[in-house]
């Protein structure tokens, strides 16, 4: 409802009484400004630590053969495994339901030529796939994808570091790189946020490097993303019972820990789930503790404002206003300046996380600031806060006599 | 206009209570000029607040313009405040952030009257009470019977039957008390039931029915002698 006479009474009083209304909106306004800077710190915190994990997908669990270090079912110690195509089938038709996505690999370490430029890089036979395991990014062109591997095209994606080495400030898409004395195209260039060491690889079909590297059926590692609706508990269970059904397939002990190898980046999310956890614990408690300290500054600069009006609330009774209609103004006036004050508090905040934020980057500080949600949530308690504190205050004053209100002074 | 019946009221002093109106019997005609005296502690304030509506009696009864008052929840009785009696206080009871014209209109606002309307007809009072030059000065730039008058000038603004006047000269000088006396006088020629407490005996007999009040009873009812011209 809007009454512009009613807006009209409030502005006055807001606006001849300066002291009073600069009091309530400053308790306002810092208790948000506090709220934005602690919350934003917080995330800051919360998202170095998002940082220093995220650089590949958090979801990835890698399996590896190696050779066995326990006699098993008639098989001598120290026998090599190898992962052959049939594994890839086997791990796809065994745990499909729980496989997001799934890409065997080949390594090898190969000289590669541009021109006069020459270095060493990690190549890698992949399926398209593999680019959600290392969080890459193409930057230009595209990445693998399944024509090239039913083609075995004799096709690259190059790191941006690699681009760099060789092509100094040129760009590489389109052009043709000798990889073991054989010329490839580069299709892509991806950045990858692991860093330098992460766009120094070389990704290239699964199917050309089998083919040109042995012309056999082998293959090195498995990069899996397990289903992310999974719990963690649940993925690490995941990643033992691929483990344990791939030892068996291969006669490997289930005691042997080397023989076929295995990382669940799980294990490794469970503790940083665990700290983030009690970092944002930790975050929601400033932020719950600044509020209530704005709310308990509200209502006390309610109660005193309420108090040092009785006398001017007992006028407006005397000449007939209702107890609803002090309630209200009252009410209404607090629920203006919480709101405004809030806002103020609120950009003043982000200004300053906007304009500190780069420099508290060696604080362990990364990209501080608040959610829009998180905010408006908070405006929305602080004034709702006001509208309480003031209501109760209010209501009492409505409620005396006008004629203890007309003797107050 | 007002009557009232056997009218009892006690305040709670910690334990105890303090009889303050022992059996009031009162009957104010529309259009009568009443002066209620007697000193301090007699419930003369007391009696007021109750006619007035600020406060509550505990036994007997009250017509307010032929309506019994009883049992009134605030909200009532601010109607009926707003709609019957207009009040005059010792102090002013101003408001400090408003100006003059403001604190004349802020009746006819709780009465809903749209601002336009309401600035116009509170000019209207101002003008009436000889304070349209000051309508826009805060009250702190006018003097004593100056605020007095606007406070007049709210009390009529609404049209009320009844004007209740507390000490309405307990703060003025004689001369200002003497202009304010006479406005009242004004006021109540043009018909308007007028109700002043006062404990000073010039102001009374400018009235022209004195009640006297004592220790909570009434001893003395009667008609002064008409006003001498001035």
Do not use: C
């Not at chain 1, 490839?184 to 590297?213: A, N, W």
């Not at chain 1, 007939?320 to 009252?330: E, N, W």
């Not at chain 2, 007095?148 to 000269?169: G, H, Y």
């Not at chain 2, 003497?178 to 406005?183: A, G, I, P, Q, W």
């Amino acid at each position: 409802m809007f009454d512009l006479d009613r807006w009209r009474e409030i502005f006055q009083s807001i606006s001849k009484n300066k002291l009073r209304s600069a009091l309530s909106g400053f308790t306002v306004a810092f208790a948000i400004l506090l709220f934005t800077l602690l919350f934003g710190i917080g995330n800051g915190l919360q998202n170095t630590f998002k940082n220093e994990f995220a650089k590949d997908a958090m979801n990835s669990i890698y399996i590896w053969s190696n050779y066995t270090t326990k006699a098993y079912k008639g098989n001598q110690i120290g026998r090599r495994i190898q992962f052959k195509n049939d594994d890839f089938t086997f791990l796809k038709e065994n745990f499909g339901d729980k496989i997001q996505t799934i890409s065997p690999r080949i390594q090898r370490s190969e000289d590669v030529v541009y021109k006069d430029e020459k270095d060493r890089y990690t190549v890698r036979g992949v399926y398209p796939e593999y680019y959600v395991l290392e969080s890459a990014k193409v930057t230009e062109g595209r990445f693998l994808n399944y024509r090239d591997i039913n083609e075995k095209a004799k096709v690259v994606v190059i790191g941006r570091m690699v681009e760099k080495d060789l092509f100094g400030q040129l760009s590489a898409f389109g052009k043709q790189i000798k990889m073991g004395g054989i010329i490839y195209k580069v299709i892509g260039v991806f950045s990858d946020p692991g860093g330098d060491s992460d766009e120094r690889f070389i990704y290239t079909p699964f199917s050309t490097m089998q083919r040109l590297y042995g012309n056999n059926d082998y293959l090195d590692e498995f990069g899996i993303t397990y289903n992310p609706n999974l719990s963690i508990d649940a993925a690490i269970a995941f990643g033992v019972k691929m483990q344990r059904a791939l030892k068996k397939k291969h006669n490997v002990s289930p005691n042997d820990q080397r023989g076929i190898g295995l990382n669940n980046y799980a294990s490794g999310n469970k503790e940083v789930s665990g700290m983030m956890f009690g970092l944002s614990i930790l975050i929601l408690i400033i932020g719950f503790g600044t509020l209530i300290a704005g709310i308990v500054g509200i209502s006390n600069i309610m109660v005193y404002i309420v108090k040092e009006r009785t006398k001017e609330l007992g006028i407006r009774k005397a000449v007939g206003a209702t107890p609803k209609a002090i309630v209200a103004m009252i009410m209404q006036e607090a629920m203006f300046i919480t709101a405004i004050s809030g806002y103020v508090g609120l950009l003043i905040g982000v200004g300053i996380l906007e304009i500190a934020g780069p420099s508290l980057e060696k604080f362990f500080i990364l990209n501080p600031g608040v959610s829009q949600p998180v905010v408006i949530g908070a405006t929305i308690i602080l004034i709702l806060a006001g509208m309480i504190a003031g209501y109760l205050p209010a209501k009492k004053a409505a409620r005396i006599k006008p004629v203890v209100a007309l003797n107050a002074d | 206009m007002i009557r009232i019946e056997k009218l009892h009221k006690s305040y709670p002093i910690g334990k105890d209570s303090l009889h303050v109106l022992k059996g009031i019997d009162l009957h104010i005609k529309e259009g009568e000029f009443v002066s209620i005296m007697g000193s301090s502690g007699s419930g003369k304030s007391t009696l007021l607040n109750i006619v007035g509506l600020l406060d509550e009696h505990d036994e007997g009864d009250y017509f307010l313009n032929g309506q019994l008052i009883k049992n009134l929840n605030e909200k009532k009785a601010a109607i009926l405040r707003n709609k019957f009696l207009g009040f005059v206080f010792q102090s002013f009871n101003l408001i400090s952030y408003k100006t003059a014209l403001e604190n004349v209109a802020l009746p006819l606002y709780y009465k809903g009257i749209n601002r336009k309307d309401r600035l116009k007809i509170a000019l209207e009072y101002l003008d009436k009470v000889g304070l349209k030059a000051w309508a826009n000065h805060l009250p702190n730039e006018l003097s004593g019977g100056q605020k007095q008058r606007v406070a007049i000038a709210r009390a009529l603004v609404t049209k009320p039957k009844v004007v209740l006047a507390d000490e309405p000269t307990g703060a003025l000088d004689s001369t200002t008390t003497d202009s304010v006396m006479d406005l009242l006088k004004d006021i109540n020629d043009e018909g308007m039931t007028v109700f002043v407490i006062t404990h000073e005996e010039e102001v009374a007999e400018q009235t022209k029915r004195i009640v006297r009040l004592k220790d909570g009873i009434i001893i003395s009812d009667e008609l002064t002698k008409p006003a001498k011209a001035v």
